[in-house]
Structures are given as C-alpha cells and as structure tokens.
C-alpha cells in the first residue's frame, strides 16, 4: 500500500542535507516499527520518494514524502503519526499520514508550484525586495548547465510575491485551492514585516528557487528561506495536502 | 528549538557539511547542567565521521552519563574549514551537546588511536584555548587525560597531557571522578588533585616523573618525584564486559566511516603475531557471553534504526560463540532486511558459509592478510597462515563463485630479504593461476587481486619493540622491486598493487618509540601548521622535517635505531601484564623463524592472566 506524509523539517535540521534526510527517514521508520516495503536484492532498501528535495540551509513546514507499506499493522495512521514523532528529534515531526491510491503518481511528478517564505535582518530588505519584484517589468536569471544557457523570466515564474501575508495569502487563494492555512498560522509569526512570501514554480523540467531572484536583485544580504507548502495542477493550484 | 548552536548560521552554511558541529543526533544524551557536578568532555581527535566510528568513545559516553552527578558530552577536531574560522574569529572550541566551550569543563579525555593524529591534540586544545602545555594549565582550566593504543607509549605526549589513563576506562574512571568532586568541592588546587590522583591504579601523572639520559641519549633513569608515587603504572583491564555497553549508541545525521551498529564481542587475542600491539596489549582474551550479546543486537538495532550491524573483535573467527552469534543474526534479522557485516573471520567453510548468505558474491572480495610472502617469513612474525590454506581457501571460494581476492601484507618486517619480498607477487601469481585451473565454463570471468602493502612501524609492547626500522628510501625501493617483480607474473595483469607513504609511516615510527624529547617536534610540527596528518590531502613531510631540524632532533634515531634488550625504553614504567621476559623470549624466537602456539593451543605464559582470577581458560 501507499502513503503520502506531510513533514515539517525546522531549526537545525536545515543542515541536513536531502541524501541525509533521506537515511534519517529510514532510520526512523525503523525505530517505529513501521512495516516499510523494500525493493528487491542484496541490498533492499526502503521504497520511498520525496515530492522535493529541500536544499541544505532551508526549513521547512511543508515536505511531502511518498512511502510504501506491507501494511499498518494494528494501528491507525494517526496514531503512527505518533508513534513515529515519538521517535524522531522534534525537528522532524510528520504531520499527515493518508492512505493514497496504488495508481496515485508520485508527488515528485505532480509538483507544480512551492510557496516560501523569506526572512531578513530587517524591514528594509524584505520591502526593498517586494519593490524591486512590483517595479521590473522582467527578471531574467540565466541558468547555466553544462552544456547551454537559458534565460528564464522570473517575473512570469513567481506568480505571487508579497511582503505582507494577509496580501499574498489573499492573492494565492485566487488561483489556489488551500485547504491548509494552519502550518503558517502554528509554525510562523504571520505579523513579522522582516519578511516576504512568495510563490514559485516548479517541477522536474523547471525548478524556480527563491534564490534566484535575490541573484538577480544583485545586493548581498542574510536571508532564511522557510517552504511552507507545495501544489501540483496547472492554472488552479492544489496544495498537497489535499493529497 | 531552544539550544542555542554555538556557529552562527552564516558559518554554518559556509563550511563542508554542517551536520558535523550540531550535536542533537539521535540518543544523544540530554541533561540539565543544574543537576551536574562534572563536565567530562570526550574527544576524538579528527574530523567527526571518523571519530562518530569509534567504539571505545561510545562505551564510555554509556559509561560517563550513568553517573547522575556527570554530564559526559563529545568533541571532534574541527575540519580545516572551520578551523581557519575560528581561529580568525576567535571562538573557542565547543562541545556538541550543550555547545559550551569545552575551556569550561572540569575534564577533557582524549582517545589517542593514532600517532599521525597528534598534532590535532594540539589542535583541539589550542581551539578549546586551553594552555597546550600541562604546566601552564591553572586550577580553572581542565584537567586534560588522554588514553587508547598510544598512550601505552604517552611519552612524546608527556608534556600536553595532565593525566594518561593507561587501560580500559572501565575500570578507575569512577575513583578519579569521585576524587575530584570531593576535592573541587573543598580548597582545590590542581596540583594536589593530580598528586593524589597519580596513587589510583592506572593513572600516569607524566609531570610527576623525572627522565634522565646519557651521554648517547639514552635514558638513564625514570624516577617518580615523590616517594609514595608508584614506579610502575598498572595496565587497566575490565575483568566483566557485561557492565557498559551503549544499548542505544548515538546514531549520526551524516554518513560516518562505520555507519552502522557494532557489538564487540570479545577483547584480547589469542594468537600472538608478533609485529600486533592490539595483540599483545588488549591481553588477556576476554569473551561476552553469546545471550547477552544477542539481547545487546537486539536492543541496538531497535534504538537506532541501523540497517546493518557488524561483529567485531580482532579475531572474530577465534571467538567461541562466533558461529552461534553470527546464525543468530541471519536467522533473526535478515528479513527484517538488516545486513551483517562480519570483519577478520579467516577463510574456511563456515566463513565461506555465512558471506554467501549475507553478501553478493559477486560483489564482495576475499580477504586475506598472510602479512607476508614467505613461510619463513610468516614464521617470524608468528602468523600462522600458510601457503597452503590461502591457496585452499581461494579455491573453495572460487568455486563458489568468488573472483575478487584482497591479499594484505608488510613491508619492511624484521630479517626481510628481498626474496620474501618476491615470495608476495608470487603468492598472488599462485592465487591467480589456482583459479584458471577451473574449466573456464565454470569461471565466474577474470579472476581480480588486489596486494595492499602497509611498512611495519615496530610499536611499543611487542616482541619486535627493539628492531630497527626501515629508512623511508629502503620503503620507496621495497615497493618499486614488489611492483617489478608483480610485472613479471604470468598473470600480472589480473594483479593490482597498492601501497602505503613511506614518509607517514617513518613518522608514525618516530611517535610510535618516541620518548619527551619528541615533544617539542611535536609542538614545532603544529606551529609550522601540521594538522590532519593522517590525511594525504595535508600531510606536509617538509614542515616535518624542519620540525626535526629546529630541535636538533634525528628521527633516524627513534625508528632505524635497533635497541639492545636492556635498554630503559620510555615505556618500560608500564605494566601490561604481559612480561619483558616473555617479549625477548618472543623476540629471540622470531629470530630463529620459531612459531609460537596460539593461547588455545598452548599457554606460553605470557603474564597477561595474572588479570584472571583462576588464570586464562579456554
Ligand atoms: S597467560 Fe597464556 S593463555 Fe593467557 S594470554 Fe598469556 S599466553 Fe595466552
């Protein structure tokens, strides 16, 4: 059978590489007990995907991770999520546990978009950044491969960026169906103004990062990335959780 | 969330995996520092995947925090990156559980596996600022211990450490600690503590002791400065291994060298090869009985998650329950998908038995370490390997459908001609002609060898801690006349050869047989920026050598120098158990190329059992 968990992944676990996440997830499914499906071999490993892997430096509210199971033996998937959190570090903590469809394809390949939120030192940075975003009519980034170079518009591929949450919360249930504002309001301070929120594209083709844009805008700053959701769809998108 | 790291993030995320200086890994050990009377911090000194790996550290982690009164925490030698940081910015080196300064902690124990990690001794105490020198250490500072292999020779140390604990930590830990608090708690003065704690049985005080030499240099006279001070140290031996032993070991967020969970399941050896310290020093065998073993697997497994756990010891096929554990574990653990790794078990029908169960043949190499090319010369070093079982072995083997075979040997070993030498690329020309023997139908393709050679560095403690050791260009030219005489094998091209620096080794020689005087080679080497000489990547023979000329230091004579057997060696004021007599009549043997009976087969009273009550039993 197959699962879809919603994780959080906060404070120092931001170190932690996804590859190392990836063995930590392993581990703690073990410790569990859960009755995880392994591929076949000499060296059978846990089968299990992630919807995206999150780079070293960032937190996160909203992980996706696809899991097979031999079953749940005798308990619920709520109460695995306890079980499970029980044996983790407090900075990992899974979050929702459902039960999806053996046809259900992979959260990796229905990603179409990922919310973030960013966060400065001050004030300044976040509205100097907003208004950077409102003011150009393009922001092309290049990216560079090993063999070309593309222009991508960041404007057309950061649908909403707003450095107020009742803004950009208000603009992404446009074109969004959110069922799952709860993680923002548990997890983070929706009043602090150092901040800016943002929408992104992505997926396996095109993976727009935060940081893109602050490559463009040039101006050397500290900032923390936090992802706070992600969506599949195309025009009208639907967070994960939704599953 | 609320512990504070001690980096700030943008450190953090400008150095090589991070992961390395956040402590909070699974099972760490969290305590309120309120409820603490002592701050032991332990170190591994290197970079953390290597020092994560070690056993001994984790049992006395175990061991440390089931005292309610200690708080036992970890530090590893920070990686060059951060290094350079810190010492720009001036942060003091910190520890990972509560990431405190470990300048604040009442103890500071360094496990010394290796010579080539001493200059990151001065590393760790530089970074941690405390005095690198144990004279200008105050009462406010840590009181800095160092044990493991080397501190059976802690002489070149001598001079960095406050203490050495010369032993298995299991035994007098408890005495010191309780020594200390007694006397923190009323007027403390460092010296005082280090004076009483120099009567525990065990503890080597090496500021207590006086060294004298001759006119040649060799030393004249060892003399404690006080007179109820012991003149000999005792070896310490844990005489019950059921007592500690880490039921939940820390498990790393990032991958470390022994990624996995690892019951140890004896001590001591019982076969006396002759160039072996581990053999000879970890004296008498001491087994853990199989249930208890097997109830320890259990509960390691399921407090870490591992998905692999691995058997160790130094002989694991010399082991009585070897069989049992190692069915046990297939039988219990394989479908719950746990591999089982199995280090140093000879080659033999039970060994071949167990790998293809466990591994994929097709994969996984057979190993051997015959250690040497001729008979002649195995017989000198007591390696009771012969040409004839290799060969067997190999054959049983290939048949199986193994095509990878590891051979590992010395170069340099006492008495060696270059004949011996020659006898290694022979042996493996054997080994590879052995398996075209087999109808190429039933080949599983070409046969692979690969020959390893390391350079015998003499250590301390062995029959062979009077020989004289090979000069870096007599290595250089072993290797080239091995290589050559690989080229001419029929098969050489079935033949692979790697081999150990010389130079590293010739260093390691030095430290291994040091005595005070290499200290300030030692401290030279630091200042010069010496550190992570283990690592090829930093290794700096030219800093060394200036480190030997600014002190008028010959290494020449520390490694090529032979010893006569009455001469005071700088470790002669420790006691393993196991008697000088029984060393020289070890070292005569060899000399005559006689074979000595492993300790199953005949006791050759060594000494070690006067740690057993009712002597060694088999
Ligand atoms: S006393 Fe005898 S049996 Fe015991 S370790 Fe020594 S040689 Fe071996």
């Given at each position: 059978m197959k699962a879809r968990l919603r994780f959080v992944k906060l404070g120092e676990m931001q170190y932690i590489g996804h590859l190392d996440l990836m063995r930590y997830f392993q581990k703690l499914f073990r410790r569990s007990g859960l009755d995880m499906s392994y591929s076949k071999g000499f060296n059978p490993h846990q089968i299990m995907s992630f919807a995206s892997p999150l780079g070293v430096g960032l937190t996160s509210i909203g992980e996706y991770l696809d899991i097979s199971l031999e079953s749940l033996g005798e308990y619920t998937v709520n109460e695995w999520i306890d079980i499970i959190n029980a044996h983790?570090?407090?900075?990992?903590?899974?979050?929702e546990f459902i039960i999806i469809p053996e046809d259900t394809k992979p959260s990796m390949s229905l990603l179409s978009a990922a919310s973030y939120r960013i966060s400065f030192d001050d004030k300044k940075s976040a509205e100097d950044v907003e208004e950077f975003f409102d003011r150009s009519e393009t922001i092309i980034y290049i990216k560079e491969t090993k063999k070309s170079k593309i222009e991508i518009d960041l404007k057309k591929e950061i649908p909403v960026l707003s450095a107020d949450y009742g803004v950009f919360e208000n603009t992404l249930s446009k074109i969004c169906i959110i069922n799952n504002r709860d993680y923002e309001k548990k997890y983070?301070?929706?009043?602090?103004?150092?901040c800016i929120y943002m929408l992104c594209k992505a997926g396996s083709v095109l993976n727009i990062k935060p940081e893109m844009l602050f490559d463009v805008y040039g101006k050397t700053m500290e900032y923390q990335i936090m992802r706070l959701d992600m969506f599949s769809g195309e025009n009208n998108y639907v967070s994960m959780s939704v599953g | 969330m609320d512990r504070k790291l001690a980096l700030e993030r943008n450190i953090l995320m400008s150095?090589?995996?991070?992961?390395?200086?956040?402590g909070n890994e699974i099972n760490m050990v969290k305590k309120d520092?309120?409820?603490?009377?002592i701050r032991f911090c332990m170190c591994f000194p290197d970079v953390y995947e290597i020092g994560m790996s070690h056993l001994g550290i984790q049992i006395l982690y175990d061991m440390f925090n089931k005292r309610d009164d200690t708080y036992c925490e970890r530090v590893y030698s920070p990686w060059k990156d951060l290094d350079e940081i810190m010492r720009r910015e001036n942060i003091p080196l910190f520890a990972l559980?509560?990431?405190?300064?470990?300048?604040?902690?009442d103890f500071l124990g360094i496990t010394l596996q290796?010579?080539?990690c001493y200059t990151n001794v001065l590393q760790v105490l530089d970074l941690s600022q405390i005095?690198?020198?144990?004279?200008?250490?105050?009462?406010?500072d840590p009181i800095v211990i160092g044990g493991g292999p080397c501190s059976y020779n802690p002489e070149p140390l001598a001079e960095f450490f406050d203490i050495f604990y010369i032993g298995?930590?299991?035994?007098?830990y408890d005495e010191l600690l309780d020594l200390y608090k007694d006397m923190r708690n009323k007027d403390y003065d460092r010296h005082e503590f280090l004076r009483k704690a120099?009567?525990?049985?065990?503890?080597?005080?090496?500021?207590l002791y006086n060294v004298e030499y001759d006119e040649n240099g060799l030393i004249s006279s060892f003399e404690p400065?006080?007179?109820?001070?012991?003149?000999k140290i005792r070896k310490q031996v844990?005489?019950?291994?059921?007592?500690?032993?880490?039921?939940n070991p820390l498990v790393p967020y990032i991958k470390v060298t022994q990624d996995r969970a690892v019951l140890?399941?004896?001590?001591?050896?019982?076969?006396?090869?002759?160039?072996?310290q581990a053999g000879m020093i970890y004296r008498p065998l001491r087994e853990r009985d199989a249930d208890y073993l097997k109830s320890l697997a259990k509960d390691m497994l399921a407090s870490t998650g591992y998905e692999e756990i691995s058997l160790s010891s130094l002989?694991?096929?010399?082991?009585?329950?070897i069989k049992e554990m190692v069915y046990y574990l297939i039988d219990e653990f394989s479908d719950k998908k746990v591999n089982i790794s199995l280090p140093s078990l000879r080659i033999d029908a039970f060994s071949l038995d167990v790998m293809s169960k466990v591994q994929d043949i097709r994969k996984s190499s057979l190993t051997f370490?015959?250690?040497?090319?001729s008979q002649r010369m195995r017989d000198v070093i007591n390696k009771g390997l012969t040409e004839e079982i290799i060969l067997d072995g190999a054959m049983d083997a290939f048949k199986s459908g193994w095509n990878r075979v590891k051979l590992y040997f010395m170069l340099?070993?006492?008495?060696?001609?270059y004949d011996d030498i020659e006898d290694i690329a022979k042996l493996a020309e054997s080994i590879a002609e052995e398996y075209y023997t087999i109808p190429k139908e039933e080949r599983n393709g070409k046969v692979n060898i690969v020959v390893s050679t390391s350079l015998f560095v003499p250590k301390p403690f062995?029959?062979?801690?009077w020989v004289s050791m090979n000069k870096a260009e007599e290595f250089t030219d072993k290797k080239g006349f091995l290589m050559s005489k690989i080229k001419e094998?029929?098969?050489?091209?079935s033949i692979k050869y790697n081999c150990h620096d010389s130079e590293v080794s010739v260093l390691e020689g030095v430290f291994a047989?040091?005595?005070?005087?290499c200290g300030k080679v030692l401290y030279s080497a630091y200042k010069n920026?010496?550190?992570?000489?283990?690592w090829s990547e930093f290794f700096d023979a030219g800093k060394w050598d200036k480190a030997f000329l600014e002190n008028d230091i010959d290494p020449l004579f520390y490694t090529a120098r032979e010893r006569s057997t009455d001469e005071i060696l700088?470790?002669?004021?420790?006691?393993?158990?196991?008697?000088k007599e029984f060393l020289i009549r070890e070292y005569e043997n060899a000399k005559k190329a006689v074979v000595t009976p492993n300790c199953r087969e005949k006791?050759?009273?060594?000494?070690?059992?006067?740690?057993?009550k009712g002597g060694c039993r088999f």
């Amino acid at each position: 059978m197959k699962a879809r968990l919603r994780f959080v992944k906060l404070g120092e676990m931001q170190y932690i590489g996804h590859l190392d996440l990836m063995r930590y997830f392993q581990k703690l499914f073990r410790r569990s007990g859960l009755d995880m499906s392994y591929s076949k071999g000499f060296n059978p490993h846990q089968i299990m995907s992630f919807a995206s892997p999150l780079g070293v430096g960032l937190t996160s509210i909203g992980e996706y991770l696809d899991i097979s199971l031999e079953s749940l033996g005798e308990y619920t998937v709520n109460e695995w999520i306890d079980i499970i959190n029980a044996h983790s570090n407090g900075l990992v903590l899974v979050t929702e546990f459902i039960i999806i469809p053996e046809d259900t394809k992979p959260s990796m390949s229905l990603l179409s978009a990922a919310s973030y939120r960013i966060s400065f030192d001050d004030k300044k940075s976040a509205e100097d950044v907003e208004e950077f975003f409102d003011r150009s009519e393009t922001i092309i980034y290049i990216k560079e491969t090993k063999k070309s170079k593309i222009e991508i518009d960041l404007k057309k591929e950061i649908p909403v960026l707003s450095a107020d949450y009742g803004v950009f919360e208000n603009t992404l249930s446009k074109i969004c169906i959110i069922n799952n504002r709860d993680y923002e309001k548990k997890y983070i301070d929706t009043e602090n103004k150092n901040c800016i929120y943002m929408l992104c594209k992505a997926g396996s083709v095109l993976n727009i990062k935060p940081e893109m844009l602050f490559d463009v805008y040039g101006k050397t700053m500290e900032y923390q990335i936090m992802r706070l959701d992600m969506f599949s769809g195309e025009n009208n998108y639907v967070s994960m959780s939704v599953g | 969330m609320d512990r504070k790291l001690a980096l700030e993030r943008n450190i953090l995320m400008s150095v090589e995996k991070p992961a390395r200086y956040i402590g909070n890994e699974i099972n760490m050990v969290k305590k309120d520092l309120n409820d603490i009377d002592i701050r032991f911090c332990m170190c591994f000194p290197d970079v953390y995947e290597i020092g994560m790996s070690h056993l001994g550290i984790q049992i006395l982690y175990d061991m440390f925090n089931k005292r309610d009164d200690t708080y036992c925490e970890r530090v590893y030698s920070p990686w060059k990156d951060l290094d350079e940081i810190m010492r720009r910015e001036n942060i003091p080196l910190f520890a990972l559980e509560s990431q405190q300064p470990v300048k604040d902690f009442d103890f500071l124990g360094i496990t010394l596996q290796y010579e080539m990690c001493y200059t990151n001794v001065l590393q760790v105490l530089d970074l941690s600022q405390i005095p690198l020198f144990a004279d200008d250490r105050g009462n406010d500072d840590p009181i800095v211990i160092g044990g493991g292999p080397c501190s059976y020779n802690p002489e070149p140390l001598a001079e960095f450490f406050d203490i050495f604990y010369i032993g298995e930590g299991e035994t007098v830990y408890d005495e010191l600690l309780d020594l200390y608090k007694d006397m923190r708690n009323k007027d403390y003065d460092r010296h005082e503590f280090l004076r009483k704690a120099a009567m525990i049985e065990g503890l080597y005080v090496p500021s207590l002791y006086n060294v004298e030499y001759d006119e040649n240099g060799l030393i004249s006279s060892f003399e404690p400065v006080y007179e109820e001070l012991p003149h000999k140290i005792r070896k310490q031996v844990a005489t019950d291994l059921s007592e500690y032993y880490p039921k939940n070991p820390l498990v790393p967020y990032i991958k470390v060298t022994q990624d996995r969970a690892v019951l140890e399941i004896m001590r001591g050896c019982i076969r006396g090869c002759r160039f072996c310290q581990a053999g000879m020093i970890y004296r008498p065998l001491r087994e853990r009985d199989a249930d208890y073993l097997k109830s320890l697997a259990k509960d390691m497994l399921a407090s870490t998650g591992y998905e692999e756990i691995s058997l160790s010891s130094l002989s694991s096929s010399d082991c009585s329950c070897i069989k049992e554990m190692v069915y046990y574990l297939i039988d219990e653990f394989s479908d719950k998908k746990v591999n089982i790794s199995l280090p140093s078990l000879r080659i033999d029908a039970f060994s071949l038995d167990v790998m293809s169960k466990v591994q994929d043949i097709r994969k996984s190499s057979l190993t051997f370490a015959p250690e040497a090319g001729s008979q002649r010369m195995r017989d000198v070093i007591n390696k009771g390997l012969t040409e004839e079982i290799i060969l067997d072995g190999a054959m049983d083997a290939f048949k199986s459908g193994w095509n990878r075979v590891k051979l590992y040997f010395m170069l340099g070993l006492p008495t060696e001609t270059y004949d011996d030498i020659e006898d290694i690329a022979k042996l493996a020309e054997s080994i590879a002609e052995e398996y075209y023997t087999i109808p190429k139908e039933e080949r599983n393709g070409k046969v692979n060898i690969v020959v390893s050679t390391s350079l015998f560095v003499p250590k301390p403690f062995t029959p062979f801690q009077w020989v004289s050791m090979n000069k870096a260009e007599e290595f250089t030219d072993k290797k080239g006349f091995l290589m050559s005489k690989i080229k001419e094998q029929l098969n050489q091209k079935s033949i692979k050869y790697n081999c150990h620096d010389s130079e590293v080794s010739v260093l390691e020689g030095v430290f291994a047989r040091g005595d005070r005087r290499c200290g300030k080679v030692l401290y030279s080497a630091y200042k010069n920026g010496c550190i992570f000489d283990s690592w090829s990547e930093f290794f700096d023979a030219g800093k060394w050598d200036k480190a030997f000329l600014e002190n008028d230091i010959d290494p020449l004579f520390y490694t090529a120098r032979e010893r006569s057997t009455d001469e005071i060696l700088p470790w002669d004021f420790i006691d393993i158990g196991v008697t000088k007599e029984f060393l020289i009549r070890e070292y005569e043997n060899a000399k005559k190329a006689v074979v000595t009976p492993n300790c199953r087969e005949k006791c050759s009273g060594c000494g070690a059992s006067s740690y057993l009550k009712g002597g060694c039993r088999f």
